[in-house]
């Protein structure tokens, strides 16, 4: 089992739509959860980051984190043909510092 | 933030030849990480380059397929050895970013797309 789940998509939405984006994942020990964004032939981008559980928002842009049922999401709000991107979720412990990253959604908005 | 310049962005090579990647930042950064991602697979961490000493590498990489040089707090480069076509794939650097109190990852390069043939 992978420590790191994410449904790879593609998730293609019209303009405008509520997008959720999930990873579950296996390793109780981590605490500090990220989100990056990956734009064709690009690096990644780090787009929201949460320590611990609970929600952030920034913008159009929610992070959840349910630590109990090691479960996190990303919620854009109103989106836009230029969220069109792959979106990884990224995790850590403390102890490794090490970053496990979800394989990736390749996310389409349609105009 | 740190603006990350790597090079090449993409590079055909042939079996049994080695690719070295460069990786500049703009600004001085303790560590330094080389990424490997494959197609439909986690980006995964090749190793941890920090100026001064040996790079460290994780578990299923290993020095001699990639070596990697840090000889200054700006610069950084990783070369894939021996390249076989399991090696085509894109590779990517990336720094710290300490604006969260704590080391995450969140500058990455644009990433050098290899294809080995």
């Known amino acids: 089992q992978k420590e790191v789940e994410q449904d790879p998509g593609p998730l293609s939405v019209p303009e405008g739509a509520i997008v959720s984006l999930n990873c579950t994942y296996s390793n109780s020990a981590f605490q500090y959860f990220m989100w990056y964004r990956q734009y064709s032939r690009k690096g990644p981008e780090l787009l929201m980051y949460?320590?611990?559980?609970g929600n952030k928002e920034d913008g159009r842009f929610t992070a959840q984190v349910d630590k109990s049922s090691k479960y996190i999401s990303l919620f854009i709000r109103d989106s836009q043909p230029s969220d069109s991107a792959t979106y990884l979720c990224a995790m850590s412990e403390r102890a490794t510092n090490k970053l496990i990253f979800g394989t990736g959604t390749l996310l389409a908005v349609q105009p | 933030s740190a603006v990350i310049s790597q090079k090449p962005s993409r590079d055909i090579c042939q079996r049994g030849t080695s690719l070295t990647i460069q990786c500049q930042v703009d600004?001085?950064?303790?560590?330094m990480f080389w990424y490997r991602q494959q197609p439909g697979q986690s980006l995964t961490l090749i190793a941890t380059?920090?100026?001064?000493?040996?790079?460290?590498?994780e578990s299923g990489f290993v020095i001699d397929k990639f070596p990697i040089s840090r000889p200054n707090l700006t610069f950084s480069t990783l070369t894939v050895s021996n390249m076989s076509p399991e090696d085509s794939s894109i590779y990517l650097c990336s720094v710290e970013d300490l604006r969260f109190g704590y080391d995450t990852e969140a500058f990455f390069g644009q990433g050098t797309r290899l294809t080995v043939v």
């Open positions: 380059a920090n100026q001064g000493s040996e790079a460290t590498y």
């Open positions: 949460t320590y611990s559980s």
């Open positions: 600004s001085q950064v303790t560590m």
